[in-house]
């Protein structure tokens, strides 16, 4: 499979472009290690978290110029949660529907456990 990594502060963040997963085709994912723990990382999320500060709750990283692979702090910006879906919610036609049978299996799922 297709990988592309990018260097960030010494860490190693990568994204598969060919990948049946849009989160995995679009996002660099990596591990940090913060305060002397590892823990995973979205790239957008963490070069915010480094030229910004903190992440507030319930708030997400957007890429203005909508490609995730523009990272630079030019392209982020902070938004409320609710407010970054409503700007994304149109992109998928069907995100509603697909949710919404997401969620069906999950009941499924956990009535059979």
């Known amino acids: 499979m297709e990988k592309e990594t990018v260097v960030y502060n010494g860490f ?24 002397g723990v590892w823990r995973k990382a979205l790239l957008h999320r963490y070069v915010y978290e480094c030229e910004v500060g903190e992440i507030p709750a319930r708030h997400h990283i957007h890429h203005k110029d909508k490609d995730p692979a523009n990272n630079s702090i030019a392209n982020l910006e902070l938004l ?3 407010e970054h879906i409503s ?20 009941k499924e799922k956990a009535k059979e456990d």
């Open 87 to 106: 700007q994304h919610w149109h992109e998928t036609p069907n995100k509603l529907e697909l949710t919404l049978k997401s969620l069906d299996k999950a």
């Open 12 to 35: 190693k963040f990568s994204r598969y472009p060919t990948s049946k997963r849009e989160c995995d085709r679009k996002y660099f994912k990596g591990h940090i290690k913060k305060n």
């Open 80 to 82: 409320a949660g609710r």
